[in-house]
């Protein structure tokens, strides 16, 4: 499915290119930078809450980001785009207590937040649909660090043991949209619609035994912003 998401994807952004030019022309090619900030939902196994062992649950909730945005026109159409992200995510108490306590209640244990940063970059297609606005489709592809969640086990209030505050390195893609409506010939507000994915991996020893966790992470981040036009 992701394979087929991407595909499709990359052709609907060539499309974009390749009869973008006859669409429309920009006023001028140029380079902008942007700062948004909102929400950000968890989607597929990211934000199931079966606690199955071998569904790879993230038992993530809905959480926040904030996103960095710059791009370059080349032409009137086609540029390129880099995202610099950041998103938090809460956990699902209920569901992180069926899952770390169901059988030993006494453990009570607790988990914190997922949380990853990364730097995206690749190509741009943008319409200009009036004078002052433009939309942009993006297919970028980059680098990011995770942080899985620290699990705690007390008895009695006693810290007996746990997880390691672990990062990891993995490959990450975003599907998006900005929509940039342009105030002054400086400056402009955003809404940006993206979708980002990753699949990183975490290797640790607890208690003595060697520990690997994979996690697939997808989210959408639905943003509003403020940015300036060079």
């Keep these: 499915m992701k394979k087929q998401l991407f595909i499709t994807s990359s052709l609907l952004l060539v499309s974009m290119i390749i009869f973008g030019q006859e669409i429309t022309k920009t006023k001028a090619t140029r380079f902008f930078v942007a700062a948004s900030a ?4 968890p989607v597929g196994v990211f934000g199931s809450t079966n606690t199955d062992p071998s569904k790879d649950a993230g038992l993530a909730q809905i959480g926040y ?19 610099i992200m950041y998103s938090r995510f809460t956990l699902d108490k209920n569901a992180v207590n069926h899952f770390l306590n169901g059988s030993s209640p006494s453990y009570n244990a607790t988990a914190d937040h ?12 943008t319409v200009e649909l009036t004078d002052k606005v433009m939309l942009d489709f993006k297919l970028l592809g980059g680098f990011a660090r995770a942080n899985m969640p620290v699990i705690r086990y007390k008895i009695e209030g006693i810290d007996v043991v746990s997880t390691p505050d672990k990062w990891s390195d993995a490959f990450t893609w975003q599907l998006g949209t900005n929509l940039r409506y342009n105030f002054s010939d400086m400056a402009f507000v955003l809404a940006n619609v993206d979708y980002n994915f990753m699949k990183p991996n975490w290797k640790f020893s607890i208690a003595s035994e060697d520990v690997s966790v994979t996690q697939k992470m997808g989210a959408l981040d639905v943003n509003v912003g403020v940015g300036l036009n060079f």
């Design 38 to 41: 909102g929400p950000t939902f």
């Design 65 to 83: 980001n904030i996103n960095l945005h710059s791009g370059y026109n080349i032409t009137s159409n086609f540029g390129i785009a880099s995202t």
């Design 114 to 125: 997922w949380q990853y940063w990364g730097i995206n970059i690749g190509p741009m297609a």
